[in-house]
């Protein structure tokens, strides 16, 4: 089977939908898929061109058995809605025209901005083959929750775009059980919609003895370093961070990861406020990430106080678990739910600086519960193992492309992948 897959983000960039799409890609070239991916030259998240690469009208590489089509895009840092926007449209314009001359027998196309998804969808009206959107972000909802956008004749716009994908899609993946149950309020068949969760790839995050070399070369030496890696975004609330950060023991370290829009800003309170015990380091690239993930104590996972993101699993919680590195989450909903489920970490109230303060001095100064919370987060990543999510998926674009193929039994699905009852 020929899979074209179209997504405005891609390795080398190391954010969470490159990294799923890649992992998922490999899985299926191993199946014996043939892939064939577009997407532009790697820019995310600074809005810089990354070195060995340039941003040509179409240019062709080939990563693990995958054959990767790279075209023009107006490149924009990740901040300020309009011009990101020109950045979203410029590639769904080019991807389309790309996809026309791509054989395929169907088209996935992935969000968390839905313009990747409107290519998919005229590239797969124009050559008369079944296309999937996978959804990882309940946009432009998102965008509105971190006051990116207000309420408006472009929102109103956005939003009748979103309802035209969903009603257009032959079937729909979403990441999380949150999100299907939205999409049904919209009025979208529960039948169309398959869950399949963020997981992780256990072969490339796991322990690798380079922690005491990483430690020493940081000044991190005994202390408590607490970690934050991925995007310094909107949506992300690091300042909350840096305001505890200054009220903890000084033995606790706080270790920033990444680049985003709201890094300048960060570092401007960090020098300002003369926060000690904190450090900023520039992103890496996503084989030097599990060695950062190794020096860690605990592993932060904060968003914005937003009834918004209640529905979101953000995938460095798999990640950081897969590490044995329990998790300190402030974010709701259902990724609370996982992480109390497995007991793979402590869940803070989103910008509570003093519930923050009590469940860090928790994980901290209870062994006995962090290495409960550590066994807890062993089951939790051998459950979202990606390569069985891979799988799930390939089977769920199987029956995309040929509707009488069954699905295995759900009994032997795994946890990633659930199908939700909604009243």
């Known amino acids: 089977m020929k899979i074209l897959f179209i997504t405005d983000n891609f390795p080398p960039e190391v954010n969470a939908p490159a990294t799923r799409t890649f992992d998922h890609c490999q899985e299926w070239v191993k199946k014996g898929m043939e892939v ?169 995050f796991r322990p690798n003895g380079q922690k005491k070399n990483l430690l020493k070369s940081l000044h991190l030496e005994g202390k408590f370093v607490v970690g934050y890696i991925g995007t310094h975004g909107m949506a992300h609330q690091l300042a909350f961070i840096l305001d505890c950060a200054s009220s903890a023991n000084k033995d606790v370290h706080f270790l920033f990861l990444g680049e985003g829009a709201e890094k300048e800003k960060l570092l401007k309170k960090h020098r300002r406020e003369q926060i000690d015990n904190a450090t900023f380091l520039s992103a890496v690239s996503k084989e030097e990430i599990p060695n950062y993930i190794d020096i860690i104590d605990v592993a932060l996972v904060n968003l914005k106080k937003c009834d918004t993101f209640k529905s979101v699993i953000p995938s460095k919680i798999f990640e950081n678990a897969a590490m044995l590195k329990p998790i300190l989450l402030g974010v709701d909903g259902e990724s609370r739910g996982i992480i109390e489920s497995y007991q793979a970490g402590l869940f803070f109230e989103p910008e509570h600086k003093k519930d923050f303060l009590e469940k860090l001095h928790q994980l901290k100064n209870n062994r006995k519960l962090y290495a409960a919370l550590q066994l807890g987060c062993q089951r939790l990543s051998k459950d979202f193992d990606r390569r069985i999510l891979a799988d799930t998926m390939l089977q769920i674009i199987i029956t995309t492309v040929s509707p009488n193929t069954k699905l295995p039994d759900k009994k032997a699905l795994p946890v990633g992948y659930q199908e939700v009852s909604v009243p």
């Open 36 to 204: 064939t991916v577009v997407t532009c030259a790697p820019n995310f998240p600074v809005g810089k061109v990354f070195k060995g690469y340039t941003n040509k009208w179409y240019q062709v590489e080939y990563m693990k058995g995958i054959k990767v089509i790279r075209v023009w895009s107006f490149i924009a840092a990740n901040k300020g809605s309009f011009i990101r926007i020109l950045d979203f449209i410029s590639f769904a314009i080019t991807s389309f025209i790309a996809s026309l001359f791509i054989k395929t027998d169907i088209i996935i196309a992935t969000s968390p901005q839905f313009f990747t998804a409107v290519s998919g969808c005229f590239a797969a009206f124009c050559k008369r083959k079944p296309w999937i959107m996978e959804v990882r972000d309940m946009w432009p909802e998102s965008i509105v929750a971190v006051g990116a956008m207000k309420p408006g004749f472009l929102l109103s716009c956005l939003e009748w775009v979103e309802l035209f994908l969903y009603r257009n899609a032959n079937t729909l993946v979403v990441l999380t059980d949150a999100f299907k149950k939205k999409i049904i309020q919209k009025g979208i068949a529960a039948r169309k919609i398959k869950v399949v969760k963020n997981g992780v790839n256990l072969k490339h």
